[in-house]
């Protein structure tokens, strides 16, 4: 199972909106409405932004949303703010003998 | 306040063994299907194994799988990973996971594994 594929690096200015990519096949992104977003700063355990493709769990900013289309995922970021300069990475469920496939990681820079 | 802790990483040399542990608190453990995830340094996070609930359905990486194994007892709250044979590829922080909708949704702080000689 290869890593879904992400940018390595996506910026943005205070304020501005910004989406990270989630690229997959359709054996796990195209099958499965199972994608989940993880938010990691430096030297943290990553911590769960959206599941289930759009879902966000009680606690999380409403400024992050997502969607996908096909094999591809997108995680938006709304409105941002220093605090959201960290790596992201997507993860996709893929069926029951590989169950999970995370994302190569994106680097967000806030300007 | 739900909390994963693991324990039992260090520095072991290639062809080694190591069991790291996860002492999970404050919620159902019993109820819950867990994970491994591991981060090389500088790397991306990668799913390494999982376990249902009740310990009768496993799955695991390919790139570790028939030298890795993992166990839970749910009596003493605790998720285990027996990890022999190790690599310097092996070399990474491992990360306990909990899993809820198909996702991982709560973190240990992870334990650090360094495969070198």
């Known amino acids: 199972q290869s890593a879904l594929a992400q940018p390595a690096s996506v910026s943005g200015s205070p304020g501005q909106s910004i989406t990270i990519s989630c690229t997959g096949t359709?054996?796990?992104?195209?099958?499965?409405?199972?994608v989940s977003w993880y938010q990691q700063h430096p030297g943290k355990a990553p911590k769960l932004m959206i599941y289930e493709v759009s879902k966000r769990p009680s606690g999380v900013s409403s400024r992050f949303s997502g969607s996908k289309s096909g094999n591809t995922a997108s995680l938006t970021i709304s409105g941002l703010q220093a605090e959201d300069e960290a790596d992201y990475y997507c993860c996709s469920y893929a069926g029951s003998s590989t169950p999970y496939v995370f994302g190569t990681g994106t680097k967000v820079t806030v300007l | 306040e739900v909390q994963l802790v693991e324990s039992g990483g260090g520095l072991v040399q290639p062809g080694g063994s190591l069991r790291l542990s996860c002492a999970a608190s404050?919620?159902?453990?019993?109820?819950?299907?867990m994970h491994w995830v591991r981060q090389a340094p500088g790397k991306g996070l990668v799913w390494v194994s999982r376990m249902n609930s009740d310990g009768s359905s496993i799955s695991y990486a390919d790139s570790v799988k028939g030298r890795i194994t993992i166990s839970r007892d749910n009596a003493k709250n605790t998720l285990n990973l027996q990890m022999n044979s190790l690599r310097a590829e092996d070399t990474a922080v491992y990360y306990c996971?909990?899993?809820?909708?198909?996702?991982?949704?709560?973190w240990g702080q992870g334990t650090t594994v360094t495969v070198s000689s």
């Open positions: 404050e919620f159902p453990f019993s109820k819950y299907w």
């Open positions: 359709s054996s796990d992104v195209g099958s499965y409405n199972l």
């Open positions: 996971v909990r899993e809820s909708f198909y996702a991982m949704d709560v």
